[in-house]
């Protein structure tokens, strides 16, 4: 499936459309959300040019994908949570049962695990490191001081996006990434969204 989340809804809602439910996680921004389960928040929001809004059709589109992926997938593995336009801005959230229900539905790759498993899973962590303490970046890192944080877990995305973790921030891969916070990171290497080779290393508490 094309890149959903973000490309259908620039086409879909810069075209005029609107649908409406309701989620937790709030952001004025792209972001993508991890909690400690492994499920996924997004919320995704565009500009809009057009004064008019065609709620059915938008509403019918995003439950027809969503349809047809949790046909193959399972019940609940994807679900529309909110979808609203307001002040020349939409915003789209989505809820996702695991971070593969993520990657497969958007074609976004993202991981999250213990970082032993995520060796284990090929990820290879070849990139320069920063360390965080209390929501600042206080030095470099090496790899040999992740490797020896056992219980730490990590959120690998390849991606320019605002992600939030579930836990306090140790460590974050150095290149395109900027702390935002003791749980959260702006990834931003292009203007496009989907276009980047570069895995982030979020590692967490």
Do not use: W
């Not at 020896?148 to 836990?167: R, W």
């Not at 080779?197 to 967490?204: G, R, S």
């Amino acid at each position: 499936m094309k890149k959903f989340i973000c490309s259908s809804l620039c086409v879909l809602l810069c075209a005029g459309m609107l649908a409406g439910c309701g989620t937790s996680v709030s952001s004025e921004d792209n972001l993508v959300y991890v909690d400690k389960k492994g499920g996924v928040i997004s919320v995704d929001v565009e500009t809009l040019d057009e004064n008019y809004y065609d709620a059915s059709e938008l509403e019918n589109f995003v439950k027809e994908e969503i349809d047809s992926y949790t046909e193959e997938h399972g019940k609940g593995t994807v679900s529309l949570e909110k979808l609203t336009a307001e002040e020349g801005k939409a915003k789209l959230t989505m809820k996702y049962k695991t971070t593969q229900d993520y990657s497969e539905f958007n074609g976004i790759e993202l991981y999250q695990g213990k970082i032993v498993k995520a060796l284990a899973a090929g990820y290879d962590f070849k990139a320069d490191f920063l360390k965080v303490e209390n929501g600042k970046v206080t030095g470099s890192a090496t790899t040999k001081e992740i490797y020896a944080t056992e219980d730490l877990k990590v959120v690998i995305i390849k991606a320019n996006n605002d992600v939030q973790v579930p836990g306090d921030i140790c460590y974050i891969s150095k290149e395109n990434v900027e702390l935002t916070g003791t749980d959260t990171v702006s990834i931003r290497g292009t203007d496009d969204l989907f276009e980047t080779d570069v895995y982030t290393y979020i590692i967490y508490k």
